[in-house]
């Protein structure tokens, strides 16, 4: 396999940004800026996840059976990069965001454009990450929508021309 074509390839996949959450029963909460997420029915409600096998979200996911995605809008750049690096909870703020807990258990930012909250279903742990499937039990849009949804989304393009994910 051309190892350049393949990394290009890849590329051209479209990554739309989130910030996935999940709190342990101890408290800990695991914040991490993905991007591999589709979803995986309409009825019931589901939504599938890649998360890397050794982060800390993995294990804290698997832990506490849910999870929050929190869908960064366009200008939310700040936010998507804030959550690259792990980052310690300090009371109801995490990297200086504040959250609240939804219904599910899991942290939803106060400032994320939309967000979905999920109790895993199952897990398939195959190659460096693992596919979460969880179903949606609570959604909310934190902003007005005046056009097509999936319009108002940050891309992983608008990070900047030497932000790539794949490959």
Not at 69 to 79: E, M, S, T
Request: some cysteine; hydrophobic content about 45%.
């Amino acid at each position: 396999m051309d190892a350049d074509a393949k990394k290009t390839a890849l590329r051209m996949i479209p990554y739309w940004l989130y910030v996935l959450m999940s709190e342990s029963a101890d408290g800990r909460v695991a914040a991490a800026t993905v991007n591999w997420v589709t979803q995986a029915s309409f009825q019931p409600p589901w939504v599938a996840i890649g998360v890397k096998a050794d982060s800390g979200a993995h294990e804290i996911i698997k832990e506490s059976r849910s999870f929050a995605l929190n869908i960064l809008g366009k200008g939310q750049q700040d936010l998507a990069f804030a959550f690259f690096k792990p980052l310690e909870r300090e009371g109801n703020s995490i990297g200086g965001e504040a959250f609240s807990i939804g219904k599910s258990g899991s942290p939803i930012l106060a400032n994320a454009a939309a967000f979905l909250e999920c109790s895993l279903v199952d897990t398939l742990g195959k190659g460096d990450h693992s596919i979460f499937l969880g179903e949606v039990v609570e959604a909310g849009v934190n902003r007005e929508i005046s056009g097509r949804p999936d319009d108002e989304i940050l891309a992983l393009g608008d990070l900047g021309e030497k932000t790539f994910y794949g490959g």
